[in-house]
């Protein structure tokens, strides 16, 4: 299984922006679809990105859509969150997961996702 840690993590202002990033360690990091999630007090985990191995294919919900961006680096075995326009609401702890299932990127599920990052938080102030 690959090791994931996320940074970069902080508090904002509304409308500003935040990038996060995941650092994996193990084995064949290139081989593992990367998502991003959150988690906010009392809610359930939600799934805001996914990217394919070798980064050909991106998924966003709506709700994101427009103003989160993935990508990742699979010689630096990173992936990485930019986030703009952030708003109170985006107030979470966020977490990026890694995956070897073989499903198209929308159909991805929480349970698909094997390995998760400790997270880090994200404060938005209005």
């Known amino acids: 299984q690959v090791q994931l840690v996320e940074s970069g993590g902080g508090f904002v202002q509304a409308g500003g922006s935040l990038k996060l990033s995941c650092a994996a360690s193990g084995r064949a990091f290139n081989t593992y679809i990367m998502g991003w999630f959150r988690q906010a007090p009392g809610k359930e985990r939600e799934f805001l990105a996914a990217?394919?191995?070798?980064?050909?294919?991106?998924y966003y919900p709506d709700s994101v859509k427009g103003r989160f961006t993935i990508s990742r680096d699979d010689v630096q075995n990173t992936v990485h969150l930019q986030m703009n326009s952030l708003q109170p609401e985006d107030t979470a702890v966020y977490y990026c997961?890694?995956?070897?299932?073989?499903?198209?990127?929308?159909?991805?599920?929480?349970?698909?996702?094997?390995?998760w990052g400790q997270g880090t938080q994200v404060t938005v102030s209005s």
């Open positions: 997961a890694a995956s070897q299932t073989g499903k198209f990127l929308p159909n991805l599920r929480r349970a698909d996702f094997g390995s």
């Open positions: 990217i394919s191995r070798g980064g050909m294919n991106i």
